[in-house]
């Protein structure tokens, strides 16, 4: 079977080197570069067609065993009918607190609202800024105020205007 493959693959090889989609005025065979393509197609299907079997894996063995030990069950009430819960053991945090005693958290409020105020003040201030920069050589106000205004027309004295 694999000589089969082989040789169906060199054959293959051979033909697709001598097609073109565009057509040629002179019909070329390249002897080299068909018998490299053969050469190559023949390795792959050897190694294909002779590679070994790959081996199964125990997998209990990687991820363990594949049971689940559950301690207790119990039948609750509910609103559609009686359901089973799986009773695990409740673990609790400690009651411990992790905040900064009030002490500590006021000898620090200057500073933390000291910094406030700058990030605030920036977030006003350096766009401003930014946009005088940009905006200092240009006289493009300059020019439009300095037109003449024409005066607009007298209104009509009339019944609806």
Do not use: H
């Not at 005025?25 to 068909?34: Q, V």
């Not at 023949?42 to 894996?57: C, V």
């Not at 406030?116 to 905006?135: E, K, R």
């Amino acid at each position: 079977m694999s000589k089969f493959v082989a040789i169906l693959l060199a054959v293959f090889a051979v033909v697709s080197e001598a097609y073109s989609p565009l057509t040629p005025k002179k019909a070329t065979f390249d002897f080299k570069k068909a018998t490299a393509g053969a050469f190559a197609a023949a390795t792959l299907a050897s190694n294909i067609a002779l590679a070994p079997p790959a081996q199964a894996i125990d997998t209990s063995i990687a991820f363990g065993p594949t049971t689940t030990i559950v301690a207790k069950t119990e039948v609750r009430e509910g609103i559609y009918g009686d359901y089973t819960v799986d009773v695990q053991e409740q673990k609790y945090d400690d009651a411990e607190s992790k905040f900064k005693s009030k002490g500590e958290t006021k000898s620090k409020k200057g500073k933390y609202t000291a910094l406030l105020a700058v990030l605030i003040m920036g977030s006003f201030i350096v766009p401003m800024a930014q946009y005088f920069w940009y905006v200092r050589d240009d006289d493009s106000s300059d020019k439009f105020f300095a037109e003449k205004v024409p005066e607009p027309p007298a209104k009509k004295k009339g019944w609806f205007n």
